[in-house]
């Protein structure tokens, strides 16, 4: 009797999770290269540039100065010797901290000590969040995760805390709230854990996250002076004005916001279809803490609800995405076919829409007349979608059978 021979399995596949981490390997050696000068020599204004600038004006105490680049008022600031740039940076002063180091440092070994080590640590927690399905979330992550590499951006950096605190959540271990705290580096995209922590009366979680804001803020304030705090909320109250002016790169943004701000609907409406997102993201995940879903369920669609709060989310944040997908893809895999999850890998790769297609695809070929639509943003609210179809499946008995 001839048995029937097993088709590979993919998504435990190690050839599939080496395949994928090579052109994130690459990316980093170009990266160095091009922030070295060896491929070209004028490459400049990338987003690392920036942060590297700002690391430069921390690097001499003069944080507060980077919060005032942006006032073309201020022409005899100290830091436009640093850079030239014009740019509105709005993150708090925790973040000069990180950035600190690097203006020690000239700009490709800054480049590649931050960069290597926020990746690093976001592999680290991607691969024992996900486990043996690790090949599976690299399958799935490898577009976003290796553009945000070469663009030198800091969501692996927050998405790497992010997984720390589902790590130690899902392990019962105390001081998963110092992680959460952490992610004050971007706050607009941890609100989603803050809530699942309030409707799971995880209290000791939101005490050790407020005592990690707290000694952070009065490091940041020892370090650089009480004085950064107000030309950072003077910053942060531009950017709003800036966002409702479509002042930045809308297309490159994957809220609901975005979406219906680039199909040309007006401020006040596309803030209401927003609003009307965040409440459905809000209220399925008060519906699986109600219903006593598993950490692994909960904590993996709180990573989804807290890109769904702010408007100003890019495509490089979508590196939070996949240390949720990680903790639920055990689960999605015993309610869905392979079919249904290569699907959602798609779209995945969809969602890195307008990193790629710019650079791949020339003028005058189609892409162009639909630049200006956020389609990446079309793209993640469909997976949000197909998550949440496949969640509500009764799990199969068998999964491996059918999958």
Not at 112 to 134: E, K, N, P, T
Request: hydrophobic share 60%.
């Amino acid at each position: 009797m001839t048995r029937r021979r097993r088709l590979p399995d993919l998504e435990r596949s190690a050839f599939v999770a080496v395949l994928c981490l090579l052109p994130i390997a690459a990316a980093l050696i170009l990266g160095w290269m091009l922030y070295s000068g060896i491929l070209l020599q004028d490459f400049r204004d990338a987003d690392f540039d920036i942060f590297h600038a700002v690391g430069q004006v921390a690097w001499e105490t003069r944080l507060v100065e980077a919060y005032q680049l942006w006032r073309p008022d201020l022409p005899d600031l100290a830091a436009r010797r640093v850079t030239e740039e014009t740019f509105l940076f709005t993150y708090p002063p925790q973040l000069g901290i990180v950035f600190l180091p690097l203006g020690g440092l000239d700009r490709p070994s800054a480049y590649l000590v931050f960069m290597g080590l926020s990746l690093a640590l976001y592999l680290f927690v991607l691969s024992r969040l996900a486990g043996d399905l690790f090949p599976a979330l690299i399958l799935a992550a490898f577009p976003i995760v290796a553009a945000s590499v070469l663009n030198g951006q800091t969501s692996l950096l927050v998405a790497g805390l992010a997984g720390l605190y589902l790590q130690a959540e899902v392990s019962g271990r105390r001081g998963s709230g110092v992680p959460l705290g952490l992610m004050i580096l971007k706050p607009h995209v941890a609100a989603g854990f803050a809530v699942e922590a309030v409707l799971r009366a995880r209290w000791h979680v939101v005490a050790g996250a407020l005592l990690a804001i707290l000694l952070s803020t009065l490091v940041a304030t020892l370090v650089f002076g009480a004085d950064v705090w107000r030309p950072f909320l003077e910053a942060t109250t531009a950017a709003g004005d800036r966002l409702a002016e479509r002042g930045f790169m809308l297309e490159r943004m994957i809220s609901a916001y975005a979406l219906a701000t680039t199909l040309g609907l007006s401020f006040g409406v596309a803030l209401a279809i927003h609003g009307a997102g965040l409440v459905v993201v809000l209220a399925w995940m008060l519906h699986l803490c109600r219903m006593r879903a598993s950490d692994r369920i909960t904590l993996g669609v709180a990573c989804i609800a807290t890109l769904a709060v702010s408007p100003y989310v890019f495509e490089y944040d979508l590196a939070l995405l996949f240390p949720g997908l990680a903790l639920m893809w055990s689960d999605l895999v015993a309610r869905s076919s392979l079919a249904e999850r290569l699907g959602l890998v798609l779209l995945c790769w969809a969602m890195s829409f307008s990193i790629y297609a710019g650079v791949i695809l020339p003028e005058g070929s189609g892409f162009w007349a639909i630049d200006d639509v956020a389609l990446q943003a079309a793209a993640f609210w469909v997976g949000v979608g197909l998550v949440a179809v496949m969640l509500r499946r009764a799990p199969r008995a068998f999964p491996g059978k059918f999958a």
